[in-house]
């Protein structure tokens, strides 16, 4: 009874046979197998010494465009700059020394509820933040105002802040 039992199983898995593989799965084991072998050559390679690594190899070159080329620059077309003629600096806001000066702009954008907004000036057309805290008297958009500067935590404000009468 047992011998007919064993002999079923082994009837019934003749026919179903092995599981069949996808073509993605053999593809991917295929792959896989394929770089085990390169791997596998490269280091007996590397054990037999056959593979000589040159620095030559290695170095790479910046392009005028800045990106990296295995070429070498040509120096026919080298350009020589006078290091003197670099000009480094940063653009020079507000005067320091020009905080008692009273200037006149215009009222670009004001927030009555959330208390702040900008003027622009009206000789340099440059935007300064006010709060509700540097004004004189209240102000709306489009008002022309006269102000003082003051040197803020992120930059320079405009204080003492009314409107412009003349």
Known sequence: MENLIVENINIITKKMGKAHETSSKKEVRIKKEKKRQEKEKKRLNRKDGKVVSNYDDMIAYVDEFGNLTSTPPDLSQK????????EISVRRTVASDSNDFVRK???TFFNDSKGFGFIKDSATHEDFFVHINGLIEAIKENNKVSFEIAKGPKGYNAVNVKI???
Not at 79 to 86: A, F, H, V, W
């Open 105 to 107: 702009g215009i009222v």
């Open 164 to 166: 412009d009468r003349e």
């Open 79 to 86: 350009k020589i700059i006078n290091p003197e003629d670099i």
